[in-house]
């Protein structure tokens, strides 16, 4: 009886790989990057919004940070709920749930600009990222799991490229849309009637308006093409024959430091570019307008959608936490050049930073997923939680820019990219390779 199960196991493991092997992805594959581009778009579009609203309010470093920490909490308030969703509709059904839901968040923006209401245009980002957090938690692993395990950091690198393509487009887009006014100095502000303040507040708001109409259409015909497209069915949450049924995510080492490391990842990336435009505008940096500076910011998403592109290939050749170190020493390093230099010099220094962001979010979420099983789905909601550093950091680093000065404000991320480097290099590494090392 025993042999019969394990030649049955061992024939279904067979039937798997083969499958696997002759099965082409390309047409899911390509479908499914679609999602990738779009929340990257949305995604960098709130390094535009926030010089914008901070000019419109009258806003501080930390509280216009607040605009990340509205949008990236939502990672941390849904992604349980959303594995959840996973597990009980699949995939495919949560990534059509998730584009609409990213919808009415965009639709939200318009109430917000006519309201000239801060906290309006807060609840609207919270909703726009609940959505994306579906769209996180359903297709990194779809994409985790839609080939051969041995080639999920290099497939799911491509895909991050296209991701980083919308986040280099967004800057440029977002400029000439939304910045396409000069904004009133505060001295001038501050000279301004309560009625005269509020029409420039209207006047300026409404340039978020059409954006964001366009987006949420957009949002919801990609919802409708997902929903009639065959996508190859993936079992979500399922227990396979001979896992082990008391397996928990928290005895998985990987999984857990990994979660530690989308969160310094996230963080730090965002940090960086949510300062950009502003850093850019210092004089003894550049002494860019807001419009110009936001051209700038496409070169650091640019960079990380050429390194994603180029990280692909060297992901199948160079041992993943390898290159993820390699990764993780230049960007600290180039950060902290910025910090101790001034002029173009600093400015193109910060920007090159994005180029070693690149395959870190890929990488870290395939070695955070290694040996998970069917722990794969709960494992992948744990990991988009840790997007919440996002949310979190950027705050702390507006914090320390509104007391030391924003061009020494970047320490926080170097710290980051410390942690980044212990996880490739010791924290990495699943609980089985551990244990074959002891």
């Known amino acids: 009886?025993?042999?019969?199960?394990?030649?049955?196991?061992?024939?279904?493991?067979?039937?798997?790989?083969?499958?696997?092997a002759t099965q082409n992805y390309s047409r899911p594959l390509a479908i499914v990057t679609t999602l990738f581009f779009m929340w990257g778009f949305l995604t960098c579009l709130n390094d535009i919004l926030i010089p914008h609203l901070k000019s419109i309010f009258d806003?501080?470093?930390?509280?216009v940070m607040l605009i990340q920490f509205a949008f990236f909490s939502?990672?941390?308030?849904?992604s349980v709920p959303w594995s959840k969703v996973v597990n009980t509709i699949g995939y495919k059904t949560t990534m059509v749930v998730g584009l609409v839901t990213m919808a009415v968040g965009a639709f939200l923006f318009l109430p917000a600009a006519s309201a000239v209401s801060f906290p309006l245009f807060l609840i609207a980002l919270l909703v726009l990222a609940a959505g994306i957090t579906g769209l996180q938690v359903s297709a990194n692993p779809y994409v985790d799991l839609l080939g051969k395990p041995e080639t999920a950091s290099s497939r799911l690198d491509l895909t991050q490229a296209f991701n980083s393509l919308g986040t280099t487009i967004a800057p440029k887009i977002g400029g000439l849309l939304i910045l396409s006014g000069?904004?009133?100095?505060?001295?001038?502000?501050?000279?301004?009637?309560?009625?005269?303040l509020h029409l420039y507040r209207v006047q300026q708001a409404s340039s978020i308006k059409m954006p964001y109409t366009v987006i949420g259409v957009a949002l919801l015909l990609l919802a409708v093409l997902i929903g009639v497209s065959k996508l190859p069915k993936i079992e979500a949450a399922n227990t396979v024959s001979g896992q082990k049924a008391n397996d928990s995510i928290w005895k998985h080492r990987n999984l857990l430091l990994g979660a530690l490391g989308i969160f310094a990842y996230v963080g730090a990336e965002v940090s960086i570019g949510s300062f950009l435009v502003n850093y850019f505008g210092l004089p003894e940096i550049a002494g860019f307008s807001a419009k110009t500076a936001a051209g700038y910011v496409s070169f650091y998403w640019g960079g990380a959608m050429i390194g994603r592109f180029l990280g692909a290939p060297l992901l199948q050749r160079i041992k993943?936490?390898?290159?993820?170190?390699?990764c993780a020493i230049a960007a600290g390093a180039l950060v902290t050049a910025s910090m101790l230099l001034s002029g173009h010099v600093a400015m193109w220094t910060i920007l090159a930073v994005g180029f070693f962001n690149s395959i870190m979010f890929p990488t870290i979420f395939s070695l955070g997923e290694a040996e998970l099983g069917p722990l794969s789905g709960t494992g992948s909601g744990l990991l988009t939680m840790a997007i919440v550093g996002g949310a979190v950091l950027p705050v702390m680093q507006g914090a320390i820019a509104d007391r030391v000065g924003l061009h020494h404000a970047f320490v926080l991320p170097v710290i980051c990219y410390l942690y980044i480097l212990f996880y490739a290099l010791q924290g990495s590494k699943p609980n089985s390779e551990r244990y074959a090392n002891v």
């Open 74 to 78: 939502a990672y941390f308030l849904f």
């Open 320 to 326: 993943p936490g390898y290159l993820l170190a390699l």
């Open 182 to 196: 000069a904004p009133l100095a505060i001295d001038q502000l501050q000279q301004l009637t309560p009625e005269a």
């Open 1 to 20: 009886m025993a042999t019969r199960e394990i030649n049955a196991r061992t024939s279904l493991s067979q039937a798997i790989q083969s499958a696997t």
């Open 59 to 63: 806003l501080s470093y930390s509280r």
